[in-house]
């Protein structure tokens, strides 16, 4: 059973990527539990696929919102976006080679799933504070370009 970390303490009030962190939120304690479980080599890798898809369309959603409502952190946040591409990316390269092992669920756990919070709760808040300064709503991001 995934451990339920998800809860509204997480919400940054903007319900499409508050929609978004939840379901990457879920998917990576999914990991997690099934790196732990020592599940299936191809149902982990179907874990990682829809995550290294999913990453790439929210992390695209989320920069266009700040850098559409001039977020003061959106380079910064551009950034932690990258790092964490990065440290997803390796993991991905580790599983391919190695499989699942003790270290790389401690390294899920806390390079991906707990930075993903920690992340949230520093930057991604910041984004709705930002959404009372002017705004030019025709540059806004759709429903149609988020991922659901
Ligand atoms: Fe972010």
């Not at 509204?8 to 990457?24: A, C, M, V, W, Y």
């Not at 874990?47 to 409502?69: G, N, P, V, W």
């Not at 910041?126 to 370009?145: E, G, I, W």
Request: charged share 20%; hydrophobic share 35%.
């Amino acid at each position: 059973m995934p451990n339920p970390i998800w809860n509204e303490t997480l919400e940054i009030g903007i319900p499409s990527i508050d929609r978004q962190h939840q379901q990457l939120v879920e998917q990576m304690t999914l990991l997690v539990d099934a790196m732990r479980e020592n599940r299936a080599n191809e149902e982990i890798a179907n874990i990682i696929q829809f995550l290294d898809r999913y990453i790439s369309q929210h992390f695209s959603f989320e920069e266009h919102c700040m850098a559409t409502y001039c977020c003061p952190i959106a380079c910064q946040n551009q950034d932690a976006h990258r790092q964490f591409v990065q440290t997803f990316q390796q993991i991905k390269t580790q599983f391919d080679r190695e499989g699942s092992s003790l270290s790389l669920v401690l390294q899920v756990n806390q390079s991906l799933l707990d930075w993903f919070i920690n992340h949230i709760r520093k930057i991604d808040t910041q984004l709705a504070r930002s959404m009372t300064c002017p705004v030019n709503y025709s540059q806004l991001p759709t429903k149609t370009n988020a991922p659901q």
